[in-house]
């Protein structure tokens, strides 16, 4: 239950529930799915910033009730699907809607997370004023091995529901596809002008 005391969230009283459990956690590298969120936190923010125009609808925030909050329509046809597509950069630099689906994937995938996970993530990530582990275990009224439990929960839930494997994969294809397309001119290039000299001599 969030529950609000001063102006702060009142960590102590928050749930726990659905928390995954220690025995599956133990089954996934954890630093990859810190990493794939934060890949992913950094998307976002990024896209506010490469797609200037339109920064006050691809604003976001973690409200008092934790609640993901954004201020652009959800274009996804369907609501249901939080995969993100990509991470590639030359995909959301010049596509607003892909912008605005993700954010909503993002956003999806939170509500799937506890209370508690929320508050870390939130304390982490999204508060004006970061705070370190210690005092976010304070807060909670917990231990070490919780919060770390907790802290693995939230970013393996967010790393599996955001499909985060998927969107590095067409990234890679994006970067081979791009990089054939480079060989491929050069090979072009290439050809026309050993074409040229050859044309040279022979006129010569």
Known sequence: MVEIKDGKINASLLSYDGMLSER???KYDYKKCKSDFEDVVDCIVMNRIAQSMYYEQLDFKVDDNLNFIVFCDDPRLDKNDNTVFTLDRIFYDKNLTACKEILHSFKSSWNRLSEVERYIIKCLYFDDEKISDEEIIDQLLTYK???????????????LLLNVDDAKAI??????????????????????????????????
């Open 171 to 204: 990234n890679n294809s994006f970067k081979h596809i791009e990089n054939a397309l480079k060989y491929q001119s050069l090979l072009e290039f290439s050809d026309n002008n050993d074409r040229t000299i050859k044309s040279n001599k022979e006129n010569n």
């Open 24 to 26: 599956l956690l133990s």
């Open 145 to 159: 091995n919780k919060y770390q439990l907790c802290k693995k929960s939230a970013y393996l839930k967010m790393d």
